[in-house]
């Protein structure tokens, strides 16, 4: 169902995480070599991890797949046209974590999947942000850490360069 994805699950430690059946972000990439740009989001305050950069993503709902899931968020939150998305791969890159007994309300094995894709033109995409986003940037790979990124997203960043430079032609 659409939206059922919407709520809490266990995350590490004492923690929470959104998106009862998981999450999954889009990494859209466009360019080749050192130039390849990376379309990243400035989350709103209100938004989990807010004032912080990161993949468009977000909860994903029961019937979908973590491919699915990222490409809907980019379109709800990007307005990118999907028809000029190619996907090339797709990574878990955080989680699982596992339910917690003490806390029964919130779901478990919760999983963030990192959905690698590039533009079909090879060029950065026309967006328009959502009020999910302060603004929406394509910022060269080599440069992400220049931007205040979402802890999260940061961990993960070096083995999406590695699987990035793999899938390279």
Known sequence: MNGD???WAAGPGDG???GRFGAAGLMLLAGTGADVQVLMQHRAQWTNAGGT?????GARDSHESPTEAALREAVEECLIDP???EILHAEVTAGPFP?????????GDWTYTT?????ATGEPLRTHANEESLELRWVRLAD???????PAFASSLTGLRQEVARLSP
């Open 5 to 7: 994805g919407n709520g």
């Open 16 to 18: 929470r995480v959104w």
């Open 53 to 57: 950069w990161a993949l468009p993503g």
């Open 83 to 85: 028809d000029l998305v």
């Open 99 to 107: 339910a917690d007994p003490a806390r029964p309300e919130l779901a």
């Open 115 to 119: 959905v690698i894709a590039r533009t």
């Open 144 to 150: 992400l850490e220049e931007l205040p990124l979402m």
